[in-house]
């Protein structure tokens, strides 16, 4: 979506326009969902809490004044919402259980070993301190920016970057010792 | 450029990112790892990290909950406002439009054209008439045949002149403009207007 239609898409939103929310979601809907999930770990976890947030997001719309991107923006909102309802709340069932696991037979070793390596991964992301997991799924798994993950915490660039490498540092502190790498 | 391991293993992970290091940075870099084992360790870590976490996949969110979220939030959002009323609207591009800075002198501009167009218009509309110039200029005393007799065919200036001190303002009224002044004179002084007054001949 280009940026002048997504500003004209946020300008109709402020002024009630159900087409253009419409729009907006379906732009955003995936990318946010996929962002919480990876924060939660729980996929039931994941889509009411993309609800509330699209809700907070159209409800409080009128605030939204324009000085950051309307991405950056939404991100904020949906980090603050997950982050208090980690602090709440434990996800229930933090991570997804990956189903039966195959027969061990040579054809399927590399199957194996690749879902035990995601559960694992999936375990040492959600062990990580609330916000080094969020900046970390920031950077690594979405793709923003620094200046863009410092406008959704709130903090400065640097702090970000130092946050990041500690978070890098400490998944693989628990990789290790889980014998992963 | 020396440089600490914590700033080596921030320059591998922008690295790999895709930051274009600088040529420093990179021989920075390269010598670190030549004397780390420890940096050297974390780099090899940090690839196999990555790979994985590029690996990490996200269960998709189908379209049927996707529409079940989208129908949530406009069932909790307010009915749509109206757009405002006109004037506000208006106001509202007036104040916030980009050309802003130029709405003052353009409007400016178009209110002196037409108070121009006005001006000009009851300048033109109050202007005296060629025929009245003419008329006021009659000489008191000229000496011309009667303007029936030249309905047709005003006599030519040159013969005109032979009679009256015509004023050279009337060298310049055309043929209409003239027999009209003619008749205002045979009006005015019908003493004048003798027949046989002006043969006609010079």
Not at chain 1, 41 to 49: H, Q, S, T
Not at chain 1, 102 to 128: C, F, G, I, N, Y
Request: charged share 25%; proline share 7%.
């Amino acid at each position: 979506m280009g940026d002048k239609r997504e500003k004209r898409l946020v300008r109709l939103a402020r002024r009630g326009d159900r087409e253009a929310v419409t729009q907006l979601m379906i732009r955003y809907e995936k990318e946010i969902f996929g962002y919480i999930y990876r924060m939660t770990r729980n996929a039931e976890d994941a889509k009411d809490l993309t609800q509330d947030v699209f809700i907070k997001v159209f409800k409080n719309i009128a605030g939204f004044k324009g000085n950051s991107s309307f991405r950056t923006w939404l991100y904020r909102i949906a980090t603050h919402h997950t982050l208090n309802f980690l602090t709440r709340r434990p996800p229930s069932g933090s991570e997804q259980a990956l189903g039966s696991l195959p027969d061990p037979s040579p054809s399927s070793r590399d199957v194996l070993e690749s879902k035990e390596v995601s559960r694992h991964l999936t375990r040492a992301v959600t062990r990580l301190p609330n916000r080094q997991r969020s900046i970390l799924i920031l950077r690594a798994y979405e793709g923003l920016t620094y200046t863009e993950i410092a406008g959704v915490l709130g903090c400065s660039v640097g702090n970000c970057k130092a946050a990041y490498h500690n978070a890098i540092v400490n998944l693989r502190e628990i990789l290790k010792d889980e014998a992963i790498l | 450029m020396k440089l600490s391991c914590k700033k080596i293993q921030l320059l591998m992970i922008e690295a790999h990112h895709g930051a274009a290091l600088s040529p420093q940075e990179e021989s920075a870099l390269k010598n670190h790892l030549a004397v780390c084992p420890s940096c050297r360790a974390f780099q090899q870590d940090l690839v196999r990290l990555f790979e994985e976490i590029e690996a990490d996949t996200v269960p998709p969110l189908d379209d049927g909950t996707a529409l079940e979220i989208r129908e949530a939030v406009l069932r909790s959002l307010p009915p749509g406002e109206a757009s405002p009323p006109l004037p506000d609207r208006l106001r509202g591009i007036i104040r916030n439009g980009p050309w802003r800075p130029l709405f003052v002198p353009a409007l400016t501009g178009v209110c002196g054209i037409v108070l121009g167009f006005f001006i000009t218009a009851a300048w033109l509309q109050h202007r005296p008439l060629r025929t009245e110039v003419a008329r006021r200029a009659v000489p008191s005393t000229a000496l011309v045949r009667q303007a029936s007799l030249f309905q047709e065919s005003p006599p030519p200036l040159e013969v005109l002149e032979d009679y009256v001190d015509v004023p050279d303002i009337y060298d310049s009224l055309d043929d209409t403009a003239m027999q009209a002044a003619i008749s205002q004179w045979a009006d005015e002084f019908p003493e004048v207007f003798q027949e046989g007054s002006f043969n006609g001949t010079g």
